[in-house]
C-alpha cells in the first residue's frame, strides 16, 4: 500500500469523525482494534464500544467538536502520524478534560497503524 493511500485513509477517518459519520467510521476499523489515549490513560480494545463512545460524545457531551487542519502528516509503511488540532465545547463537565460551556483546545498527535485499508491501531498523544 502507497503512503499516499494511507495517508488518505487517515485523513477519510478524520473526516468522518469531524461529519459524525460512525457507520462510515466504524466500517473502517479492524476487528484488531486497538486504541489508546495515552496522555488520559484510556484504552479500548473493541471497534464497538469505540464507535459507540465517539457517538456518545458526538450527541451527548461534545456535540461541537472537530480536528482542525493537520499541521503535518508523516507516513512510512503501514503507519500515518498526524499533528492536528482538536476542540470541543462539552455540555457537561468531563473530569480531565473541561467543563460544561468551556471550549477545550488540544494539539494531539495521532498515530494510525492500518492493516490493509484499515484501521488497526489509533493511539493519540496529548
Known amino acids: 500500500m502507497s503512503t499516499n493511500n494511507i495517508e488518505a485513509l487517515a485523513a477519510e477517518f478524520v473526516q468522518a469523525y469531524n461529519n459524525k459519520d460512525f457507520a462510515r467510521l466504524r466500517e473502517m476499523i479492524s476487528p484488531n482494534f486497538y486504541f489508546q489515549h495515552h ?3 484510556f484504552e479500548i480494545k473493541d471497534p464497538d464500544e469505540f464507535v459507540a463512545l465517539l457517538t456518545q460524545f458526538a450527541s451527548e ?6 480536528y482542525g487542519k493537520p499541521n503535518r ?3 512510512t509503511g503501514n503507519t500515518v502520524v498526524v499533528e492536528h488540532p482538536w476542540s470541543g465545547t462539552p455540555t457537561a463537565d468531563i473530569p480531565g478534560m473541561g ?8 494539539d ?3 498515530v494510525m497503524v ?5 484501521v488497526a491501531q489509533y493511539h493519540d498523544y496529548g
Open 39 to 41: 496522555n488520559r490513560e
Open 61 to 66: 457531551l461534545l456535540p461541537e467538536r472537530s
Open 73 to 75: 502528516i508523516t507516513s
Open 99 to 106: 467543563n460544561a460551556g468551556a471550549k477545550i483546545s488540544l
Open 108 to 110: 494531539l498527535c495521532t
Open 114 to 118: 492500518f492493516e490493509g485499508n484499515l
